[in-house]
Structures are given as C-alpha cells and as structure tokens.
C-alpha cells in the first residue's frame, strides 16, 4: 500500500508528487470524456474543445456524452459532422490501458471514480468565492480535479478540497474568434 493510503483506498499510488506511478503509465492509454458534449452550454462548448484537442494530439479518445439535447446533437452533427461521427463511433472502443477517466460537470454533481479505470479526474468550475460543503464529499474521491483559474483552485481549497488540483484554462477556438476579424 502506498504511502498515506488507507485500507480499502481505491485510488492509484503516487510518488510524493501526487502524480500516478507504476510501470508502463508512460504509454498512451484510453482518455474517457464523460460530459455534456452535446448540450448548448458553456460545459459543452468546452468539452467538445477539450475532446477535439485530446484528439488532435492522437490521445485514444472515449467520448461519453451525458445529459445529451437532441435537436443541439443534430447540429453538431451538421456544423461538424466528423466531430459527432468521431464522437458516436469512440462509444463502442475497447479501453486501452492504463485508462483515464474525466467527469466533466458543474461543481455541484455527485463526482464518483469510474470503476476498472487507473485515474478518474473531475473537470469543474465555481463561479463564487465559496463552494457548497454538500459537494465535498464526492470531489474528494476523485484522483484529482482541474479548474480553469487560481480563484477556482482558492475557492475549492478554502472549501476543503484535499485531492491534488491543477488549473487547466479554457481553449478559444480561433477558426471562431478571431481577432480584428
């Protein structure tokens, strides 16, 4: 058991870091995206953002779209039908390890670790300088959470987030905001 693990801890062993450890993580395994993917919502707009870039640098992709809008699904099949193809066909892949699981949802979800995968993060944002202590519970059982400023990362340390956390901004699609354009 490593260091600072309890009985029964289903979180993968770390080096003093808190970065996952373990022969053979260096390789390439399956990167499973579980968000609102096809929903017409800002945690949409930057899953997609986030499934095309992972995909782009040739991750093996799972997209798992949750809460999905029916008539916003056939436009996204429509503005970017190779997206959406992509996306639908990921669905049916076999896992390639170690596998990555990322729960892309509002702060307020009920975050649990995906079981049979090696690392479950949570992607999330607040937008108050205070989180809700009914939500603690669950964020703290992930391997880690990304957010996308320092004031999320203050705001969800003051609230008792103890899991490691990194701040990962949001992508601008720069084929849609151009500048000067």
Known sequence: MSKGAKQGDRRAPRNGAGHVRGPGLAMKGTVRWAGPLFTPTGYGDEARGFVKALRQLDFPMKAEPLGTDVPFARSVAEDDPEFFKDAVASMSLEDRAPTIAIAHLAATAQFL?????????????????????????????????????????????????????????????????????
């Open 113 to 181: 670790p995906r079981s049979g995968v090696h690392y479950n993060i949570a992607r999330t944002m607040w937008e108050t300088d205070s989180y809700p202590a009914t939500g603690l519970g669950y964020i703290n059982t992930m391997d880690e959470v990304w957010v996308p400023s320092t004031f999320n990362a203050e705001t969800f340390r003051s609230a008792g987030v103890n899991v490691p956390m990194r701040v990962i901004g949001e992508g601008v699609d720069t084929r849609r905001f151009r500048p000067g354009v």
